[in-house]
């Protein structure tokens, strides 16, 4: 997989949901692409347990944080083709990565609220004074 592909999967329109087909071209995602702040990006999938339960925590993070300081984007782990969650390792739910400037930061692998809220101040940008 070239690392393009993957820039272009990385950088998810902030507040939203995106429903990705298994197929998606890489066209459409370059319509999503941010480059100028971290990014993460929760997978989920609708039956995981696990994954409602991180839910209001990865909502109120967006809400602290987001926009201005990090793009936040869900994905649901079943639109996303296996290439993909092969090059990411989604093996396991829910899962969330951290991006910045087209690589990835670190990994968290299942519920896991109080890695959540170390890694997203961690990597925020910091607020902007004047």
């Given at each position: 997989m070239n690392n393009r592909f993957v820039l272009t999967c990385m950088a998810i329109v902030s507040t939203q949901t995106i429903a990705m087909q298994p197929t998606f071209d890489q066209a459409e995602l370059e319509t999503h692409l941010f480059h100028d702040k971290p990014t993460a990006i929760k997978f989920y999938a609708s039956w995981c347990g696990a994954c409602k339960s991180i839910q209001p925590v990865f909502e109120q993070l967006e809400q602290t944080f987001g926009p201005d300081r990090m793009h936040f984007a869900s994905i649901n782990v079943d639109d996303v083709t296996d290439e993909l969650k092969e090059y990411l390792k989604v093996y396991y739910l829910p899962f969330i990565v951290f991006f910045?400037?087209?690589?990835?930061?670190?990994?968290?692998?299942?519920?896991?609220?109080?890695?959540?809220?170390?890694?997203?101040?961690?990597?925020a940008l910091p607020i902007k004074q004047g």
């Open positions: 910045k400037e087209g690589r990835i930061l670190y990994r968290i692998i299942g519920l896991n609220p109080k890695e959540l809220y170390y890694r997203v101040r961690k990597y």
